[in-house]
């Protein structure tokens, strides 16, 4: 059985296709069934896939932590980016669709036939296995709430929609779409059974492990709000792993400074934008937001290793996690702390979050320039915490999900702002633009129900 014939036949078989008719649909599930995983070592190699490690674009194309000309603008090439960029209400973006739910779709593959093929490896191979599927489809669930649903919120997250949860492989039961609260509970349980199944840390960051599932709870429990659970996580996550990069070890001036992503040892899970966005096509057309350049002090060595300059008083960003110009959406160690920072900040434990934050910027300014943050009340550390957050996690496809819940809180909230040929678009706190319509070819084929706007 030759496993990239599986791998084909299953990526014919989303059910989000958009250009076969419901005649050919139905081929392809018949097709389906002629050949399937034989061995664990074939449920492995479906989870290797390099497109297991693709995640979502529009979080970055949507995001305010970049600008391009107009001139720019008329020359991409790609029409979904040009929307994006502007939040144009009708936009959909198949592609995220596409790459989430083939993703989800293989992971739900692993755990239906990983009973059937037990006999053929070890009990931890498929312990290993088993907890690597679940973290995946987890995972996907996540990226997608943070791009198709509203801000999960406790008061109204049982009615608010949520996401599309596919569950099983097989194409015959019923797509449906849950609440926020569905949502939501489905990530945590995937990642609590996950913890009990897999390692502490990988040998490949491209695999999750322990600590990588730890984290993804605490980013999604901060998205929930619920700071004590975060918080609780991400400390967990820390004790396994909490490695920081000294930037002053770095080459600051190289084309990438970070290196390749293998050698990263902030890395927990290895996770990239899956197509080229205006951020990471032609470096020179997408410039840094001037305003949050301005922010990094001379001695802080990411201003050095995030950005190039143009040499028109315009900046671009060189600071992937990816070790090229492809944008990093995985899960990384200074994530975590800032994470941890931000819980005990609202948990109103000052002395903790500026430890954490203490610990990160030392490994990030020139040694001996940093003045580590003292006797500060939680009040005001929380919006510095919230400022190296944008800063640390600069195209991370993180700040989508932040300004989603952060426009929450008053103090926080801000109205994007985009400039094109004199013409001014703006996307205010809570938007329903906020959460990206379902494509039409799915609810063409379903009674799911349409995002509002």
Not at 311 to 331: A, E, H, M, Q, V
Not at 415 to 433: A, S
Request: aromatic share 10%; with cysteine; glycine share 4%.
């Amino acid at each position: 059985m030759k496993t990239k014939y599986i791998i084909h036949l299953l990526g014919l078989t989303v059910f989000l296709l958009s250009t076969v008719s419901c005649k050919k649909f139905l081929e392809t599930k018949a097709i389906q069934t002629q050949s399937v995983p034989e061995s664990l070592n074939d449920l492995q190699l479906l989870l290797d896939n390099p497109i297991m490690q693709s995640g979502l674009n529009a979080v970055n194309s949507s995001s305010d932590e970049y600008y391009v000309t107009y001139t720019n603008w008329l020359s991409l090439t790609d029409v979904i980016n040009k929307r994006e960029y502007v939040w144009d209400a009708e936009v959909i973006n198949l592609s995220d669709w596409n790459s989430a739910y083939k993703n989800i779709l293989f992971a739900n593959t692993v755990l239906f036939y990983l009973d059937q093929v037990s006999g053929t490896g070890t009990a931890e191979l498929a312990r290993n296995i088993k907890g690597h599927a679940l973290f995946v489809r987890a995972y996907f669930f996540y990226l997608m709430a943070q791009s198709t649903a509203p801000q999960y919120d406790p008061a109204t997250a049982s009615t608010d929609l949520g996401i599309v949860l596919r569950l099983d492989p097989d194409f015959n039961k019923e797509t449906v779409r849950s609440t926020a609260r569905q949502s939501y509970e489905q990530m945590i349980n995937d990642l609590e059974s996950a913890l009990n199944l897999l390692p502490d840390v990988q040998l490949y960051k491209t695999r999750p492990g322990k600590a990588a599932c730890l984290a993804l709870l605490a980013k999604v429990y901060l998205q929930m709000g619920d700071f004590e659970k975060s918080r609780g996580y991400a400390d967990a996550s820390l004790k396994i792993t909490s490695n920081l990069i000294d930037f002053n070890s770095l080459t600051t001036t190289a084309a990438y400074p970070l290196g390749n992503f293998n050698n990263n040892i902030e890395l927990l899970y290895y996770s990239k934008a899956s197509l080229q966005v205006p951020l990471n096509g032609d470096e020179t057309r997408a410039r840094v937001d001037s305003v949050l350049y301005r922010t990094f002090a001379d001695d802080d060595l990411r201003k050095k290793a995030f950005f190039r300059d143009n040499g028109n008083k315009t900046f671009t960003f060189k600071g992937s996690y990816t070790g090229d110009r492809t944008l990093f959406n995985g899960i990384a160690v200074d994530e975590i702390y800032l994470i941890r920072a931000e819980c005990n900040a609202r948990l109103n434990n000052a002395n903790a979050a500026m430890g954490d934050l203490n610990t990160l910027l030392g490994k990030r300014w020139v040694s001996g320039k940093f003045n580590p943050y003292a006797n500060l009340s939680a009040e005001q550390v929380l919006p510095i915490i919230l400022q190296e957050r944008r800063k640390e996690l600069l195209y991370r496809g993180t700040r989508w999900s932040d300004l989603k819940r952060l426009n929450k809180d008053s103090r926080f909230a801000v109205t994007l702002k985009r400039e094109l040929n004199g013409e001014v678009y703006l996307l205010p706190p809570n938007d329903l633009r906020y959460s990206a319509l379902l494509p039409v070819e799915l609810l063409s084929l379903t009674n799911l129900q349409q995002n509002p706007r």
